[in-house]
């Protein structure tokens, strides 16, 4: 079982949809979870940042993690073509540790 | 906010040559620098974690004498692909954990595209 699960897609909408991502993990040390975006042959953009578990919302944005279940969850609400990218998340244990990825999945928005 | 620059950003070499990678962190400084790999249409992968100043730690299955990684300051982290093989092709991305760590995520470079023909 890998450490992080996140499945591919790709996860086709049609613009103003709501999209959910999710992202299951086994590592119970982890205690610091992201969300990034990545553009095709660019470097990840951190999105969302949570600690342990709860929600956060930043615009369209909002972040979930439920610890109990080993399961994070990423909302974007009014979907925008613009939004259209691959979205990982990213976990990690204590400061210094690295951040270890899920697989991605590939979103598309069409207007 | 913090910016890692990385270079190149693409490049091409011949099997059997070496390529060099740099990171640098702009504005802030880099007390570790995870080095990330990544084929089509998988995730990014852990190579190698460095501390400035200290040996980098390789990830299993990734060879130390083929991924030469050197971490001398707290701004720059190196990774040279020695002996490259088509095999190698990949895109490589380095990450910088900010030494006055406020930061909620690490910074990534913009990635390097490597080819090897």
């Known amino acids: 079982q890998k450490e992080v699960e996140q499945d591919p897609g790709p996860l086709s909408v049609p613009e103003g949809a709501i999209v959910s991502l999710n992202c299951t993990y086994s590592?119970?040390?982890?205690?610091?979870f992201m969300w990034y975006r990545q553009y095709s042959r660019k470097g990840p953009e951190l999105l969302m940042y949570?600690?342990?578990?709860g929600n956060k919302e930043d615009g369209r944005f909002t972040a979930q993690v439920d610890k109990s279940s080993k399961y994070i969850s990423l909302f974007i609400r009014d979907s925008q073509p613009s939004d259209s990218a691959t979205y990982l998340c990213?976990?990690?244990?204590?400061?210094?540790?690295?951040?270890?990825f899920g697989k991605g999945t590939t979103l598309s928005v069409s207007s | 906010g913090a910016v890692v620059s990385q270079h190149p950003s693409w490049v091409i070499c011949k099997s059997g040559t070496s390529v060099k990678i740099e990171c640098r962190s702009l504005?802030?400084?880099?007390?570790?620098m995870f080095w990330y790999r990544q084929f089509p249409k998988q995730s990014l992968m852990l190579m190698a974690t460095?501390?400035?100043?200290?040996?980098?730690?390789?990830e299993q299955g990734v060879e130390k004498d083929k991924f030469l990684i050197n971490h001398a300051s707290l701004t720059l982290s190196t990774l040279t692909v020695t002996s490259a093989h088509p095999e190698d092709s990949s895109f490589y991305i380095c990450?910088?954990?900010?030494?006055?760590?406020?930061?909620?995520?690490?910074?990534f470079g913009s990635g390097t595209r490597l080819t090897v023909v």
């Open positions: 590592n119970s040390a982890f205690q610091y």
């Open positions: 990213a976990m990690r244990g204590q400061a210094g540790t690295a951040l270890i």
């Open positions: 504005d802030f400084q880099a007390t570790t």
């Open positions: 460095s501390n400035e100043g200290s040996k980098a730690t390789y």
């Open positions: 990450s910088a954990r900010d030494k006055d760590f406020h930061r909620s995520g690490y910074t």
């Open positions: 949570t600690y342990s578990s």
